[in-house]
């Protein structure tokens, strides 16, 4: 952190250039490939992402001991959330709305394109413009709430593309950073059966569709192929080893498995389990590790009848906190605290099984 604290800074003051009339204009890209990518303003994730990036760069310098810049950095950033509120957000439905900010892209500009018209207050009401803010954390507690619902109810409805195609429930409408957020905030905020009603789904767009198509890597596009359209135009740019849209697999590891950081303890010297298994049932069993420094952290949960079993591997020299789904565990005996939805234990370095029903 400290050999790049200053490539950090700089960059902060270069987005500042790129701020006019306090909308951060910076891209060209926004939610790239997004099927639904023509729907949102790309100022809304720049300016959620410049509010992230401020309080990231804030904690790095109070670690590295410049407490009144950590100071000022978080200020920032906590001004760019009530900017971020005041702009996207409608205040009578609480959707998210345009800036009217035009934006570039790639490419000279056409010169005999006709004027637009502002879209200032257009509705976006698109799942990467809930998800994305709420996994940021720039929503504010007044909104927060309705982003959720609304999140919730983008995923759960039927929403046409940009082609104009009507597409089914528990359709992925993300693109490049839509997709990587939007199972996270989800799981952050309690929705585990939305997201795994989004991992599940097999039909187009889904992480899913070209698993059942063949696909053994990650594809580029949601679209790369499809049955509808076979390759659709798309072979100018069209890779079929890309990471984008394999960003669940992160999800799969932190909330599915619960393999999670505990931020005070570097290097998972300490660390959290928090495993949540499938609440719709259409998944009964995962399995995986985390290769770390003290070794392998391994998380396993599977479900038979009304019995969940989980199985924990803590390498030696670590020790973790438990976070279980509450219920009673009928096969050993564990002291454990209790809050709404989970009862949590700490464990030493060994390898552990327990039954919960």
């Not at 410049?50 to 790095?60: C, E, F, M, N, T």
């Not at 003290?294 to 390498?315: A, D, M």
């Amino acid at each position: 952190m400290a050999e790049h604290y200053v490539a950090m800074k700089r960059y902060l003051t270069f987005l500042d250039t790129k701020v006019k009339d306090g909308i951060l204009n910076e891209g060209p890209l926004g939610d790239w490939l997004s099927p639904e990518g023509n729907k949102n303003d790309n100022t809304l994730f720049w300016m959620a992402y410049q509010s992230a990036d401020l309080a990231i760069v804030s904690k790095v310098a109070r670690v590295l001991g410049f407490t009144a810049e950590a100071d000022a950095y978080l200020a920032q950033s906590e001004a760019k959330k009530v900017d971020f509120n005041a702009i996207y957000v409608d205040k009578a439905t609480h959707k998210t709305i345009k800036s009217g900010v035009k934006t570039g892209f790639m490419g000279p500009p056409n010169a005999n394109a006709a004027p637009e018209v502002s879209d200032k207050g257009q509705l976006m009401d698109t799942q990467a413009s809930y998800a994305i803010p709420l996994a940021l954390n720039v929503i504010n507690a007044t909104n927060a709430p309705h982003a959720l619902a609304h999140l919730v109810e983008t995923i759960t409805r039927s929403n046409k593309d940009d082609q104009g195609e009507a597409r089914p429930p528990y359709s992925l409408m993300t693109g490049f950073i839509g997709t990587a957020s939007i199972s996270e905030a989800l799981s952050a905020n309690g929705k585990h059966d939305i997201a795994y009603g989004l991992l599940t789904t097999k039909t187009y767009p889904s992480w899913l569709y070209s698993v059942a198509n063949g696909a053994t890597s990650i594809w580029e596009r949601l679209n790369s192929y499809t049955i509808e359209n076979g390759f659709g135009g798309n072979n100018s740019m069209n890779s079929f080893n890309h990471y984008s849209f394999g960003a669940v697999a992160a999800w799969m590891y932190t909330h599915s498995l619960g393999i999670q950081r505990d931020e005070t303890s570097p290097g998972y010297k300490h660390f959290i389990l928090q495993p949540t298994p499938d609440p719709t049932g259409k998944i009964t069993y995962a399995k995986g590790n985390v290769e770390t420094m003290y070794g392998n952290i391994k998380s396993e949960w599977s479900r038979q009848g009304n019995k969940t079993t989980y199985r924990f591997t803590i390498p030696a020299n670590t020790s973790a906190q438990v976070k279980l789904p509450k219920g009673k565990i009928v096969n050993v005996a564990v002291k454990t605290n209790t809050n709404a939805d989970r009862m949590s234990f700490e464990l030493g370095a060994g390898v552990y099984e327990f039954v919960v029903e």
